[in-house]
């Protein structure tokens, strides 16, 4: 993952990163890194697997933008893109990895959404955090990945890249898949808290 250091540390001008996992049109960072003050000194990397998405990002200066798919493993993936009828186009903040009979719009939205499957490129998150070379407590993270949370924090937890973390914006998706007891929201979160990382959640 050499070349990942090549492109994001030149931005890298204190020890505080941001990891934006599931950035969707750069809404949700934005608001982050104004409740953060989040300055350009900053090093703040945001991932987006859409790539249609990705195309429509309104971009912030200093912010190194990737497209790929956060995961638990590198590789490829087939992404589920939600249609967004006020776009006429396949970007939808509820695009998703996970497969679509275990992803149950109908109780959030009253309607099953239309989907374009695609295949886009995933990243593993340990490769990413490891790659980086951060120190303890100096990462702040923002996940919305829409159901690829549950193991990607058991992957942050169980590689010990946790302990980097000292505050986790997160939005779970119990509410519309399911997942096992030992990668609940209830399991990942008291693990979290038990490695003193402040969570706040993201909707």
């Known amino acids: 993952m050499i070349y990942l250091r090549d492109r994001i540390m030149i931005y890298h001008a204190s020890n505080k990163t941001l990891l934006d996992f599931g950035t969707n049109f750069g809404q949700g960072l934005k608001k982050v890194m104004e409740l953060e003050a989040v300055t350009s000194a900053w090093r703040v990397i945001s991932y987006e697997a859409n790539p249609i998405t990705f195309k429509r ?3 912030l200066p200093h ?3 990737l497209n790929y798919a956060v995961s638990d493993r590198n590789g490829e993936a087939v992404l589920n ?3 967004w009828p ?3 186009a396949f970007v939808g903040g509820g695009s998703t990895l996970m ?16 989907y374009e499957q695609m295949t886009v490129q995933t990243i593993d998150v340990h490769d990413i955090m ?4 951060l120190a303890d407590k100096s990462c702040l993270m923002k996940m919305d990945i829409e ?3 549950y193991a990607v924090l058991r992957r942050i937890i169980d590689t010990g890249m946790v302990k980097k973390i000292y505050k986790l914006y997160i939005e779970f998706h119990d509410h519309i898949c399911n997942v096992s007891e030992a990668s609940s929201e209830e399991c990942l979160t008291k693990e979290l808290l038990g490695n003193d990382v402040e969570l706040i959640r993201w909707y």
Do not use: F
Not at 130 to 133: F, G, K, P, W
């Open 57 to 59: 990002i309104d971009r």
């Open 63 to 65: 912010v190194t933008y």
């Open 81 to 83: 893109a939600e249609e």
């Open 86 to 88: 006020e776009c006429k």
């Open 99 to 114: 497969d679509l009979s275990n992803w149950n719009t109908q109780k959030v939205y009253g309607m099953n959404m239309a």
């Open 130 to 133: 490891n790659d980086l070379d």
């Open 147 to 149: 159901g690829s949370e």
